[in-house]
C-alpha cells in the first residue's frame, strides 16, 4: 500500500502560479511512478502529468492543456511530488489528486490521495 496527501491549494487570481505537493508513506516511493489528476465540477477526471520513478531519466507526461504551463518534478529522498502551476487560468479549476503507478501511463495508477482544490478566479 501507498499512502498519498496532497497539499497546497487554494484560491489565487487567473495568472497567478501555485505549487501543490504530494506526500507518500507505505510502500518504497521510488518505485512507482507518480502523476497528477484534476476533476472539475461535472466532469471526469482527467489526467494532468506524469513522472517515471527515476526523475533523472527526465521522462514525463502533460495532458495537452497544461503544457508549458505546469511542470512535474519529484524528490524521492522526500518521497513527494511536485506540481509546479504558472499562468493559471480560470479553467483550471478543479480539485487535484496525486496517485501511483507501477509504470509511467495515463490509465494504470493503482494508488489515490484524497485531493486537494485549487479555485482561479478571473
Known amino acids: 500500500q501507498v499512502q498519498l496527501v496532497e497539499s497546497g491549494g487554494g484560491l489565487v487570481q487567473a495568472g497567478d502560479s501555485l505549487r501543490l505537493s504530494c506526500t507518500a508513506s507505505?510502500?518504497?516511493?521510488?518505485?512507482?511512478?507518480m502523476g497528477w489528476f484534476r476533476q472539475a465540477p461535472g466532469k471526469e477526471r482527467e489526467f494532468v502529468a506524469g513522472?517515471?520513478?527515476?526523475?533523472?531519466?527526465?521522462?514525463?507526461d502533460y495532458a495537452d492543456s497544461v503544457k508549458r504551463r505546469f511542470t512535474i518534478s519529484r524528490d524521492n529522498t522526500k518521497k513527494t511530488m511536485y506540481l509546479q502551476m504558472s499562468s493559471l487560468k480560470p479553467e483550471d479549476t478543479a480539485v487535484y489528486y496525486c496517485?501511483?503507478?507501477?509504470?509511467?501511463?495515463?490509465?494504470?495508477?493503482?494508488?489515490w490521495g484524497q485531493g486537494t482544490q485549487v479555485t482561479v478566479s478571473s
Open positions: 513522472i517515471d520513478w527515476n526523475y533523472g531519466s527526465g521522462n514525463t
Open positions: 496517485a501511483a503507478a507501477p509504470v509511467l501511463s495515463r490509465n494504470e495508477y493503482k494508488y
Open positions: 507505505g510502500r518504497t516511493f521510488v518505485a512507482f511512478a
